[in-house]
């Protein structure tokens, strides 16, 4: 007799077998017009962490006689950081510092004319750790917001990372994930 069924939480009389969470360590990250016009692999092969941006609705208030009633004002995706290994033939140093470049010339001291012009997309796949993906994340009008170089050591063996700060304008998930066409309800109801 199998006791598997009786792990998961009951639910309306019935317990059903526990779902495989999703490993952190199962993901890839993939960039778009980051640095060169060919370039970013390199990024994905070597990317060690990252984290997630956050979404957030800032309250917005409306006044009447005696209360207040509340609404959501407009998002705001924050930043997140990207962690990858400094490679031996420097192709993540010259990646990363190609993109910086294109956001602002350190060399002639000009800036690009558009966003458009140095920002790069991101997609994040949740693999299934065979050939599948379970989910992807769609980063838009990314930059660079800082770059953090390695802190140098000599009683580890660790390998020398670079730190990126980035920022999207927008992030969704694909797949129908995010509904293009959420079911929602007229905005006006009379009495």
């Known amino acids: 007799m199998s006791t598997l069924q009786y792990f998961n939480v009951p639910l309306d009389g019935q317990r059903g ?3 495989m969470p999703k490993p952190k360590n199962r993901f890839r ?7 060169p016009t060919l370039g970013g692999i390199e990024f994905t092969q070597n990317i060690m962490s990252m984290t997630q941006p956050t979404l957030t609705y800032p309250e917005q208030e409306v006044h009447s006689f005696n209360s207040t009633a509340y609404y959501a004002g407009k998002h705001n995706w924050s930043t997140f950081s990207v962690t990858l290994r400094d490679d031996i033939t ?4 010259a990646l990363v510092g190609h993109q910086v470049q294109k956001q602002s010339n350190h ?3 000009t800036s690009a004319l558009s ?3 140095y920002k790069f997309d991101m997609k994040l796949d949740a693999l299934d750790g065979a050939e599948g993906v379970l989910s992807t994340w769609h ?12 802190d140098w050591d000599y009683s580890t063996g660790d ?4 730190q990126l ?8 998930l694909e797949g129908d994930l995010f509904p293009k066409n959420p079911q929602l309800t007229s905005g006006f109801f009379i009495n």
């Not at 390998?159 to 670079?162: E, I, Q, Y």
């Not at 700060?165 to 969704?172: C, E, L, Q, S």
Request: glycine letters at 10%.
């Open 115 to 117: 966003g458009s012009n």
């Open 29 to 35: 990250l993939r960039v778009f017009n980051f640095g």
């Open 159 to 162: 390998p020398a990372t670079v």
């Open 165 to 172: 700060t980035i920022r999207p304008d927008n992030a969704t």
């Open 139 to 150: 980063y838009e009008g990314c930059f660079v917001t800082s770059w953090e170089g390695t």
């Open 17 to 19: 077998n526990i779902m």
């Open 107 to 109: 060399l002639q001291q």
């Open 90 to 93: 420097n192709s993540v140093l």
